[in-house]
Nanobody, 125 residues
Framework: QLQASGGGLVQAGDSLRLSCTAS????????MGWFRQAPGKEREFVAA????????YYADFVKGRFTISRENDKNTVYLQMNSQKPEDTAVYYC????????????????????WGQGTLVTVSS
């Protein structure tokens, strides 16, 4: 089970941190990521982390603004979102997978086995 939290209403330029805690069979997942879905749009990749390899992946539109990290002893992944923009408004979903082969596949929803419920982030202008 993946439990996401931390969403809310912020103003443009503000920061927000999302959390996602894995429990049960999802807690052994090596890869955790974040996707988002804006109203009327398809779900898209935001960021992912492979904790054993120490690698991170980001969508171009969040590079330099968002940071993904993981606290292993808490089985929790964080998404620190800085300099937020109104276009960051979306429902953010965390996802997990035990293994993903090939860097390009980290960006694909179909490679993630487990999904949490979404948490809404609204950025006002």
């Amino acid at each position: 089970q993946l439990q996401a939290s931390g969403g809310g209403l912020v103003q443009a330029g503000d920061s927000l941190r999302l959390s996602c805690t894995a429990s049960g069979r999802t807690s052994s997942s090596n890869i955790m990521g974040w996707f988002r879905q804006a109203p009327g749009k398809e779900r898209e990749f935001v960021a992912a982390i492979n904790w054993s390899a120490g690698t991170t992946y980001y969508a171009d539109f969040v590079k330099g603004r968002f940071t993904i990290s993981r606290e292993n002893d808490k089985n929790t992944v964080y998404l620190q979102m800085n300099s937020q923009k109104p276009e960051d408004t979306a429902v953010y979903y965390c996802a997990a997978a035990k293994q993903i082969i090939g860097s390009a596949n980290y960006y694909r929803m179909s490679r993630y086995t487990y999904w949490g419920q979404g948490t809404l982030v609204t950025v006002s202008s």
